[in-house]
């Protein structure tokens, strides 16, 4: 259930998460829908609390109409407060093991797989994916190639992943051995950005093709970012896409954001990306 969209709505229902084996044997999360009455319960971790740069705000929960009905209200609330407590003890379980969490968003066909397998073989650090899709495992087996370790969650109808969802894929995946843990959201430039998955870090996708009035049309997900990545650069020849202009629109909403030019077709581009995640990952040490 989103606070933006309103997506999948209804006043008794959560998800359940249950892990599979595909025709092929490999393991992967899909998410079902049971119905609960929500009513109060409490998990104590036993850690302590970070505080984190991108504590996600929900005080803009009446802005949907759609979203008005106090009932409706009451049960995204609850959503999200018992999802920011299971972000924050992802994040607790990140720190803990030396992880750097980046969450990737964008639309779909943005490049988000494309940029990690370029990141994967350009790099020598420690990565694992988390992937998140509707359907199929083909981003996470994409990784695999890249020589990486990866976990797929499939979630069915919703359009982003969870704090919950992450949890289960951090388990999965494990934490030993590894530097950096990319989160994959699935493809969508709205409800992504209200979740708080745990990552110390957001990436914003927004390549050539999609067009520079994107950040104005999805502005809550541009003020999310912490890096702006305009992918697909290669192909600025041949869109009316005016960079500047893209930049001026995102630094208005987010001030802070820093931006980069990527293609994954040229390697200096690549390589200031993984100087930017190396900086940030010293940056925690």
């Known amino acids: 259930m989103c606070k933006d969209c309103g ?3 209804t006043t008794d229902g959560h998800q359940h998460e249950h892990t599979h084996l595909d025709e ?42 759609q979203l008005n009905d106090k009932k409706t209200i009451s049960v995204i609330t609850k959503i999200l407060s018992v999802n920011d407590e299971q972000a924050r003890e992802n994040r607790e379980h990140f720190d803990e093991n030396g992880v750097l969490a980046i969450n990737l968003m964008s639309s779909p066909g943005s490049g988000k797989t494309t940029l990690l397998e370029q990141i994967i073989e350009h790099s020598n650090i420690p990565i694992g994916v988390i992937e998140g899709d509707l359907e199929t495992a083909r981003d996470a087996d994409r990784i695999r190639a890249k020589g990486a370790r990866a976990y797929q969650i499939t979630t069915g109808t919703a359009c982003h992943l969870d704090a919950h969802m992450v949890h289960n894929g951090i388990h999965h995946l ?12 699935v493809g969508n430039l709205v409800c992504p950005a209200s979740y708080d998955l745990g990552a110390h870090i957001n990436f914003v996708l927004l390549s050539v093709p999609e067009g520079a009035d994107k950040v104005e049309k999805y502005p809550v997900m541009f003020r999310s970012a912490d890096l702006l990545l305009i992918t697909k650069c290669d192909l600025l020849p041949h869109f009316d896409f005016d960079i500047k202009e893209v930049k001026e629109m995102a630094r208005k909403l987010n001030p802070k954001v820093d931006i980069l030019e990527v293609s994954t077709k040229d390697h200096e581009s690549i390589k200031k990306v993984l100087h930017y995640i190396e900086m940030k990952k010293s940056m925690r040490n």
């Open 7 to 9: 997506c999948s709505i």
């Open 24 to 65: 092929f044997g490999r393991e992967y999360t899909h998410i079902h829908s049971h119905e609960h009455d929500y009513g109060e319960h409490k998990h104590e971790s036993g850690h302590h609390r970070h505080h984190h740069d991108n504590e996600h705000s929900h005080d803009n929960l009446h802005a949907n109409p």
């Open 174 to 185: 494990g934490l030993d051995g590894l530097d950096i843990v990319f989160i994959e959201n």
